[in-house]
C-alpha cells in the first residue's frame, strides 16, 4: 500500500515539476552556465571523435563499438539544441542569435543522428556518410564562426575517457 502512495506521490511531483518547467520555459530560455567552448571542446569535440575513430576503423566493429558510436552519436544529437541556447562566453550570445549558428548546428545533429541510425543497423557505410557530413558541418562552422581557431592540432588527453584506449596500436 505505501509503495502505491509513493508512486502517486512521485506522480503527481513529476507532474507539478513538469508544468512548473513548461511554464519558466514559456517566460525565458534556460540559461547555460558554461561557454560554448568548453562545450565543443568537452561534448561535442569528444563525442565527434568517437563518431571518426570508428568511421576510420577498417574492419567490422564490434558490438561494443556500435554501442560506443550510438552513445556518442546521442550525446551529438543532443548537443545541436544546446549549442543554440548560447552559454557564458564573449561570442556566445552572437552565435546563438545567428540563423547560420542554428542551422549547422542542426547540421550537426542530423549528422548525429545518421551515425545512430548507423549504430543501430552496424552498417559501416552508413557511419562513413555521417562522419564525412560531420567533418564538413564541423569545418564549415569553424570556418565562418571561428577562423582562426584550428579544427584540430589540439591534444586529446588519453586519459580523459578511458576508452581512448580503443583507438592506440597495440
Known amino acids: 500500500m505505501s509503495s502505491k502512495i509513493c508512486s502517486c ?30 562545450l565543443m571542446v568537452t561534448l561535442v569535440d569528444h563525442s565527434a571523435h568517437h563518431i571518426w575513430n570508428h568511421q ?12 560506443l558510436v550510438e552513445y556518442y552519436s546521442i550525446q551529438l544529437a543532443a548537443s545541436g539544441p544546446l549549442l543554440t541556447l548560447g552559454g557564458n562566453g564573449p561570442d556566445d550570445a552572437a552565435w546563438a542569435a545567428d ?3 542554428r542551422d549547422m548546428s542542426q547540421a550537426m545533429s542530423s549528422a548525429a543522428v545518421v551515425a545512430m541510425d548507423a549504430a543501430k543497423s ?11 557530413t560531420l567533418l564538413e558541418v564541423c569545418e ?12 584540430e592540432g589540439f591534444v586529446h588527453n588519453p586519459d580523459y575517457d578511458h576508452l581512448y584506449h580503443l583507438f592506440v596500436p597495440q
Open 9 to 38: 506521490t512521485a506522480l503527481g511531483l513529476s507532474m507539478s515539476l513538469g508544468i512548473g518547467l513548461a511554464v519558466n520555459a514559456a517566460e525565458a530560455p534556460p540559461q547555460v552556465p558554461v561557454s560554448i567552448n568548453a
Open 56 to 67: 576510420a576503423l577498417e574492419r567490422d566493429l564490434t558490438d561494443d563499438e556500435w554501442r
Open 99 to 101: 540563423s547560420r549558428w
Open 122 to 132: 552496424k552498417n559501416k557505410e552508413l557511419l562513413s556518410s555521417a562522419g564525412d
Open 140 to 151: 564549415s562552422c569553424h570556418q565562418t564562426f571561428k577562423p582562426s581557431s584550428p579544427t
